[in-house]
């Protein structure tokens, strides 16, 4: 035979790269695209998604070609490192050119750490598309962004793209079972043709009755878990798609002032620049100011509240004066406990904050300005000026009481309270909405409670929010016609709904609760971003609670905490969580494209699977451990997930005695071999474990009788 033969011969013998599916992988696409559009082009602009997108072919079809050149394996890693570099060149020309770009690629920094872990993940991850299996991975990060998408911005646009995305999923699990069934000889045939559009079909009829069983499952469970109409889930479903987009022009909320809080002004932004560290046991709503009277769309004090008392201090040690606060017009309040806590300035601000009511301040201030109010400011006819940067620590008095307790409390307020935190400019616009927001309840708390989360099941929380019209109510305009806003419009509509319902209430601004120093636990970070507006609500003894809407919102968060962005948000804002999951997935690709690598070229065909009879011995007997855990569970000595196979075998033989806890020591140590032990068990081994578990039953029904 002569050499040239051989060779032939050779390579006829030696295994062929068998290339992917091209439905599989088109439809794979396409439900990678789907998500793309539904995350990015809300938050970022339709160019920059268009171009995610195109990444994503040019990177399917690349791999397309490098798997049909011989030796074309070695090319995946190095052409999934230069898509990756490709992508971070045009970020960067983005970002340095957007000004004159001719498309819409308007990027903002808050957005670029997570596109850029997307695109990461989804560029990669097309190069390791070698196999079927490989290829149905796909679901998992498109399933992710389209479950994100639908966090940052739920409308109809984010639902349509999931049902298609749902529809593509559908059809790679029917179109890679038929894959796997058919094998090699028949997988021309279900790749084209009639067999092609039966899976294509098959998958459609799933879609239907998946999205069918969705919306008799999920809209019922939203109107019943939120106590919402369907009206309004209807609702939330026409925000513009346009609407969520970032945009570059828009103006930072205004908190400063104490004369004055304006609403309803429109789009705003927010930024990461860092104002006050805060030191204290759990999180609050730290105050600086309050409103009571609403004119047009301005909160603006009480008349005669807004100068207030200089109090010199009660004593000076050293460099610290000490003040100490009576109570103001709320009166003596029952049910507290004294918090201490720490305030750094750490630029020129106005006002000092605090949470709760103040007792005790300790500054190097010589005067201190106390408004009627209850909160803080300076020099008397200067509030404006920005006090020193200088640490300051307060002791505060937060309420402790008990809903009960601020049910059963006397509607009978003082006329203090009545004059300022009552009155309403149109006593009637509102009523029938108080009236429909609570409903039956009774207790002042409970009509309070159900007030908030009227409103925040009622509108969505959106910084894009379009400004309310010169000459309406800000609260009307709203709760009945925009329903899109930030916290204060969710503010002023529960702070005029309470009042609609005869419960008296007022605006503080301030922050909310902060994000945690990652080195510090029990300390705060305050920073622009957390500048926040809530609702107070006045309890007759109990003084002033807080009753925010937005925190009950999902687009919103003001308590619990934030999460601390990265040191090196000043630069580029690249928070660690997107691109630690990045990381993470990226990890998870290369395993599964290694894998796929090494069984090619061992010759194993993928999708076949070699299970040896060590490692069937051992699922016997880990079936049969299973079985004897549903049986103690039956006779009250179940195993917690906390719990090791020793502790639970002292549970088994103090609850259930000692013959039945030794049959699960000797069937619990064979499934500690079987999951552990580098010796592999053999078939007598699972006769053992039977016989185990027989005699454990035995003893078990002995025990009934």
């Not at 570099?85 to 970002?95: I, Y």
């Not at 909310?512 to 309890?539: I, K, M, Q, T």
Request: glycine share 6%.
């Amino acid at each position: 035979m002569s050499q040239s033969s051989v060779k032939v011969a050779s390579s006829e013998l030696a295994p062929k790269t068998q290339e992917g599916s091209l439905p599989l992988q088109l439809a794979a696409l396409l439900g990678q695209s789907l998500a793309l559009y539904a995350l990015a082009s809300p938050i970022i602009s339709i160019g920059y998604t268009m171009f995610l997108v195109l990444l994503g072919v040019v990177g399917l079809f690349t791999a397309r070609a490098v798997q049909r050149r011989e030796g074309g394996s070695a090319l995946l890693l190095p052409g999934a490192i230069g898509m990756i570099a490709t992508f971070f060149v045009v970020q960067f020309l983005v970002l340095r050119f957007r000004n004159v770009l001719p498309l819409d690629f308007a990027l903002t920094s808050a957005d670029t750490s997570l596109i850029m872990a997307l695109t990461f993940t989804a560029t990669l991850a097309i190069f390791f598309w070698l196999t079927d299996s490989a290829t149905l991975f796909s679901c998992v990060w498109s399933m992710a962004m389209s479950g994100l998408a639908a966090t940052i911005n739920l409308n109809v646009i984010t639902i349509v793209c999931f049902g298609a995305y749902l529809l593509c999923a559908l059809f790679l699990l029917v179109h890679h079972h038929t894959l796997a069934q058919a094998g090699a000889i028949g997988r021309r045939q279900v790749t084209s043709g009639s067999l092609l559009l039966l899976q294509v079909r098959t998958a459609a009829l799933l879609w239907l009755l998946t999205f069918v069983l969705g919306c008799v499952v999920a809209i019922p469970l939203q109107m019943i878990g939120r106590n919402m109409s369907l009206e309004r889930v209807l609702e939330r479903l026409k925000v513009s798609h346009e609407q969520k987009r970032l945009q570059g022009a828009k103006q930072l909320r205004n908190f400063e002032s104490a004369r004055e809080f304006a609403v309803g002004l429109g789009p705003v932004t927010d930024d990461d620049t860092l104002l006050y560290r805060v030191k204290v046991s759990r999180p609050y709503y730290w105050r600086i100011s309050t409103f009571a009277t609403l004119q047009g769309n301005l909160w603006v004090p009480y008349a005669a509240d807004l100068d207030g008392e200089a109090l010199a201090p009660q004593s000076r040690a050293s460099s610290q004066s000490l003040f100490t606060f009576s109570p103001g017009v709320e009166g003596s309040r029952a049910k507290t406990e004294p918090v201490q806590v720490m305030v750094e300035p750490l630029v020129s601000l106005r006002g000092l904050c605090h949470i709760a009511e103040p007792r005790e301040l300790r500054t190097d201030l010589p005067t201190i300005i106390r408004r009627v109010d209850g909160t803080l400011g300076m020099i008397r006819n200067q509030l404006d000026m920005a006090p020193p940067l200088t640490a300051y620590s307060l002791t505060c008095d937060v309420s402790i009481a008990t809903s009960q307790e601020l049910n059963n409390s006397s509607r009978r307020y003082p006329k203090e309270i009545q004059d300022r935190y009552l009155q309403d400019p149109n006593p009637t616009l509102l009523d029938e909405l108080a009236r429909t927001a609570i409903g039956a309840t009774k207790g002042p708390f409970d009509q309070a409670e159900a007030i908030r989360q009227f409103v925040a099941n009622r509108c969505i929380y959106s910084l894009d929010a379009p400004a309310c019209p010169l000459g309406r109510n800000p609260a009307e305009w709203f709760l009945n016609e925009s329903k899109v806003g930030y916290c204060d419009l969710y503010a002023t509509s529960v702070t005029m709904l309470c009042r609609a319902a005869g419960i008296p209430a007022r605006i503080a601004t301030g922050f909310n609760a902060g994000e945690v120093d990652p080195d510090h636990p029990s300390s705060y970070h305050l920073r622009e971003r957390n500048r926040h507006a809530w609702c107070e609500v006045f309890f007759t003894g109990y003084g002033w609670i807080p009753f925010d809407a937005t925190a009950l919102t999902a687009e919103a968060t003001s308590i619990p905490v934030a999460s601390p962005p990265s040191t090196k948000a000043k630069t580029a804002n690249i928070s660690p969580g997107p691109l630690a999951l990045a990381g993470i997935a990226v990890l998870g690709l290369l395993a599964v494209g290694g894998n796929e690598l090494y069984q090619r070229r061992r010759g194993v065909r993928p999708g076949q699977s070699q299970t040896s009879p060590e490692e069937i011995f051992a699922r016997r007997v880990l079936a049969t451990y299973r079985s004897a855990l549903h049986q103690l569970k039956r006779h009250g000595a179940m195993r917690e997930s906390t719990m090791t196979i020793g502790e639970h075998t002292q549970l088994v033989q103090k609850r259930l005695g000692s013959s039945v806890g030794k049959h699960y020591e000797r069937l619990a140590k064979l499934s500690e071999r079987a999951l552990f032990a580098q010796q592999a068990l053999q078939e007598k081994d699972v006769s053992l474990a039977q016989e185990a578990l027989r005699e454990l039953n035995t003893n078990l029904k002995e025990r009934k009788h």
